[in-house]
């Protein structure tokens, strides 16, 4: 195994997520907050490499200079996220859905309700990675598209919360992907793809974004014509406790007579990651 495989893993300790989950359980809540908040603070001060990368997001989305105070809302709220994702891995029922008046709702549940396969696209963003949870009660076949990696207590969470609708495909190794490709053309299931990490596309379009020109992947409209299949994004945002509003993209069906004509029409702001 090279070295730059054994380096892929989540951060901090082996035991960390387990932890998380059990104090989450069987703690009372007098030890169990300030707990948490001492955890992020020592986060914060420990992780250097995330902390820096947080202040560069923070600075793009908050415009003024970003205090040490801000990194830890940012790294509070993904924990949070990661906790919430550990809960419903305990109790599937937990976990609450409604659709955002915002966006594509009709046209996404209309898809979702068919068992027309589709790709499904989100970002790692609230609680998207949870999206796979509510597709898994629609009685369709998915397999969700992710990265392989070490310290990943909480995959074995997502695994327990899909049940049996939902295979998991690894992006880092390539004979996996392939067979995915050709199951999704032979089975007629649906793929889903976050679709925010630029090293994990193969093609890329330029796009205004939080204020500038940034790279993005597309390679899922290159799908979306390979397969002859639609295209849909989805995103879910925390609401309250134990609810998630989810907020959707209209659906892109690949119509055109060329594969540049199809991928340029799933590039209008309706279909693509900004929706109108």
Not at 18 to 47: E, K, N, Q, T
Request: one cysteine or more.
């Amino acid at each position: 195994m090279s070295s730059s495989r054994r380096r892929l893993r989540n951060p901090g300790p082996s035991w960390g997520y387990r932890f998380l989950s059990w104090a989450r359980h069987d703690w009372p809540d007098w030890l169990y907050r300030p707990s948490i908040f001492v955890g992020v603070w020592v986060s914060v001060l420990c992780m250097p490499h995330q902390r820096r990368s947080s202040k560069e997001y923070l600075a793009v989305v908050l415009k003024r200079t970003v205090r040490l105070s801000d990194c830890y809302t940012h790294f509070r709220a993904l924990t949070d996220s990661l906790i919430f994702k550990l809960e419903v891995g305990r109790d599937r029922d937990s976990a609450k859905f409604h659709y955002s008046k915002a966006g594509h709702s009709d046209a996404f549940a209309c898809l979702v309700k068919s068992d027309i396969p589709a790709l499904f696209g989100t970002f790692h963003v609230g609680h998207s990675d949870l999206i796979g949870c509510m597709l898994s009660g629609f009685d369709r076949k998915v397999r969700m598209v992710r990265e392989r990696v070490g310290n990943s207590y909480d995959l074995k969470v997502l695994e327990r919360i899909f049940g049996q609708s939902v295979e998991f495909v690894w992006i880092n190794e390539g004979e996996s992907m392939l067979f995915a490709l050709k199951s999704v053309a032979e089975d007629g299931v649906s793929l889903a793809l976050q679709c925010d990490r630029e090293e994990h596309g193969s093609r890329h379009r330029i796009f205004d974004f939080l204020g500038a020109r940034r790279r993005f992947p597309v390679t899922i409209y290159h799908f979306s014509f390979l397969l002859n299949m639609p295209v849909v994004f989805s995103f879910g945002f925390p609401v309250g406790a134990h609810e998630t509003e989810v907020v959707c993209s209209d659906v892109f069906e690949p119509v055109g007579e060329s594969k540049r004509e199809v991928m340029e029409a799933g590039y209008a702001p309706r279909y693509f990651y900004l929706m109108a």
